[in-house]
């Protein structure tokens, strides 16, 4: 093999590694920074381009599809001291592939950041029950707090979610039993009405039955009163009818003791014939 041949050989493969270096095709949803000796050069956009080899590098990819960038949980301190976990997700586009490699130095990892702080400086004015209820405030709040940042680093902000708020472990735990001692407290509350109200029922009824006892007694007097009045008109005596009245409501007592279920003897006064027969009697001689 001769040497013209070893020399035309070496500078065909150094042509083809040009050509190859100088040749560079560029993917849809992706655009790359170019720069020449350490300076940006330019950005290549999709389909085919040709850059000067050996002098200008490919020096960054920049994705421009849409980027999900998944925030971390974190917790956060409310307004009255209540700890919360919280977590995000935010969809970003690259609009400006220049700034976001030159702006900051990895802008996924600033925006993700960006969004954590914001989320916590929201809901750190947020009280524990306005922050498990205002998702939407919070995030729309965040979307334009940040907006203004991502627009320096050549991004775009499209959307920003909220994925969980919730109370830590400890919170939860404290809410429960919080609850639990609300319902006991309802449960109390509800059962010392019930008895009260059934106090003033029983009560009530008490009066009424006084009331009705009362009512009851004087109309028995009246009518014993009644009833003495016309047996004295009838026989002119004023013990008769008394004697007589007493020895029929005796009699009646003697009747319902017998009558009890619960009897099983019964005690008679030893005067009790002499008694009847002085009442008697009375009758007769009127």
């Known amino acids: 093999m001769s040497a013209g041949f070893i020399v035309v050989v070496a500078v065909l493969v150094f042509a083809l590694v040009t050509v190859w270096k100088g040749v560079r095709i560029v993917p849809q949803g992706e655009e790359w920074i170019v720069e020449r000796l350490g300076k940006y050069n330019g950005t290549l956009l999709p389909g085919l381009n040709i850059v000067v080899p050996y002098i200008d590098r490919i020096a960054y990819k920049v994705v421009t599809k849409d980027i999900i960038l998944d925030v971390q949980e974190q917790e956060v301190i409310t307004k009255d001291n209540a700890v919360i976990l919280?977590?995000?997700?935010?969809?970003?586009?690259?609009?400006?592939?220049?700034?976001?490699?030159?702006?900051v130095v990895d802008f996924a990892e600033a925006i993700r950041n960006l969004i954590m702080t914001t989320l916590r400086s929201i809901t750190g004015e947020m009280e524990l029950d306005q922050a498990l209820s205002s998702r939407d405030k919070i995030k729309v709040r965040l979307r334009e707090s940040i907006a203004d940042e991502a627009v320096d680093w050549g991004l775009t902000v499209k959307s920003v979610e909220i994925q969980d708020i919730k109370p830590s472990a400890s919170m939860q735990k404290a809410m429960e039993m919080q609850a639990s001692a609300e319902r006991e407290r309802k449960a109390m509350v509800t059962r010392a009405e019930g008895e009260k109200q059934s106090m003033i029922l029983q009560a009530e009824a008490r009066v009424?039955?006084?009331?009705?006892?009362?009512?009851?007694?004087?109309?028995?007097?009246?009518?014993?009163?009644?009833?003495?009045?016309?047996?004295?008109?009838?026989?002119?005596?004023?013990?008769?009818?008394?004697?007589?009245?007493?020895?029929?409501?005796?009699?009646?007592?003697i009747t319902h003791l017998a009558g009890s279920e619960n009897a099983k003897m019964i005690v008679l006064p030893a005067d009790v014939q002499e008694?009847?027969?002085?009442?008697l009697g009375r009758f007769n001689k009127a």
């Open 208 to 253: 009424e039955s006084a009331r009705r006892d009362a009512e009851a007694q004087v109309t028995l007097a009246e009518a014993s009163s009644e009833a003495i009045k016309r047996v004295a008109q009838a026989i002119g005596d004023r013990d008769t009818p008394m004697l007589y009245l007493l020895g029929e409501k005796y009699i009646t007592a």
């Open 275 to 279: 008694a009847v027969r002085g009442v």
């Open 86 to 103: 919280t977590n995000a997700i935010a969809f970003i586009k690259v609009t400006d592939p220049v700034k976001a490699v030159y702006g």
